[in-house]
Nanobody
Framework: QVNLVESGGRVVQAGDSLTLTCDAN????????IGWFRQAPGKDREFVAA??????VYEDSVKGRFTLSRDNDKNAVHLKMNNVIPEDTDIYYC???????????????WGQGTQVTVSS
């Protein structure tokens, strides 16, 4: 099993930028599809973005503002968040799986999450 750890969450103002990082131990991340999800208390988990070996997909609410990228030298994936809005406030999780059939679902390995808070 690959172990995932999210970091980079903090309190920011609307319009700011920040980068979340998904670090991996126990396996090589380039062998996996990586998804990012977010969840607020009492709410369902929401898909944010995902990256496979050949493509990247984004939820409509973040398209044009968020960017996923791989850093294979550090065995990590970055979620760059630009022009954040208060609705981006959530706990953000990264997840990994060994296929690319449906990048919005069916992930088996999850990190512990990192809190992002956007003030207006």
């Amino acid at each position: 099993q690959v172990n995932l750890v999210e970091s980079g969450g903090r309190v920011v103002q609307a319009g700011d930028s920040l980068t979340l990082t998904c670090d991996a131990n126990g396996d090589t991340l380039r062998r996996y599809s990586i998804g990012w999800f977010r969840q607020a208390p009492g709410k369902d988990r929401e898909f944010v973005a995902a990256i496979s070996w050949i493509t990247t997909v984004y939820e409509d609410s973040v398209k044009g503002r968020f960017t996923l990228s791989r850093d294979n030298d550090k065995n990590a994936v970055h979620l760059k968040m630009n022009n954040v809005i208060p609705e981006d406030t959530d706990i953000y999780y990264c997840a990994a799986k060994r296929d690319s059939y449906d990048l919005r679902a069916e992930y088996g390995n999850w990190g512990q999450g990192t809190q992002v808070t956007v003030s207006s």
